[in-house]
Structures are given as C-alpha cells and as structure tokens.
C-alpha cells in the first residue's frame, strides 16, 4: 500500500462493486499500519474502470431463445422470483407482470421479491420460504 490515496481507491472501489449487480456484503480488511497511518484524502475525479468485475449487461439472443424453447415445452412451468427484480427496478417488475399475463404461468416468491407481483393477482401462488405458503412449497 503507497498512500491513502491507494486505500481510497480501493475502498471506492468495494463500495462501486457492493452497489452493482448482486449486492451483498463486501468485506475490505484494511491492515493496522494502514489504519493509523496519516495522509491527506482526495477523491477520485473520475470512476475508475474495474479491473475483475465485469458484469454482463446485453443479454444473449440464443440464450433467451433456449429459455423460451424451455417455457413452452415445460410440463408445469412456475416463476420463482427473489430480490434481484426487485433491484432491478420498477421497470423490471412491469415487464414481469407482463410475462405472467403472457404465459399464464403460476408466480411465487421469496421474502426479498416480494412485492414486484401483486399478491392480489390470479396467479400468485404466495410466498416460499418458511413463513411462505403451502401451495407455494
């Protein structure tokens, strides 16, 4: 470690990767040398490029084929949501109703999804999990 100026970047960069994708703790063990040490701070002017987490963001054409391949030919198809649409924001959640009007398909959820399917709708099985629902199991 040079300077604090190093630490900082690091530190911004766990926080960059724990607000992006799948979220979860992030964890930086900063050494006791380093924590005592003295040095003025300076933010970074810019984001910097990360060099190991790269998530993908444009979605396969041939995978999203073989998933509607799959759908259509399931003997009893079921949408088993979580957290991640909700993360993904309202937009994901309006295109996830649309898919279970489309389909037909029975909906059910974890504790962190819930919420991104009415559980007025016709199809909501209810929640999974412990505290979820019989006909959700």
Known sequence: MKDVNELAGIIHEAF?????GRPGPVVVDIPKDIQFATGTYVPPSETPASKSYKPKLDGDLKSVQAAI??????RRPVFY???????SGPEASKLLRELVELTGFPITSTLMGLGAYPASGDKWLGMLG??????AI
Do not use: D, F, V
């Open 69 to 74: 391949e799959m759908m259509a030919s399931a």
């Open 81 to 87: 949501t979580g957290g991640g649409i909700i993360n």
């Open 16 to 20: 960059r990767i724990a607000q992006s």
């Open 130 to 135: 412990m505290h979820g629902s019989y006909e």
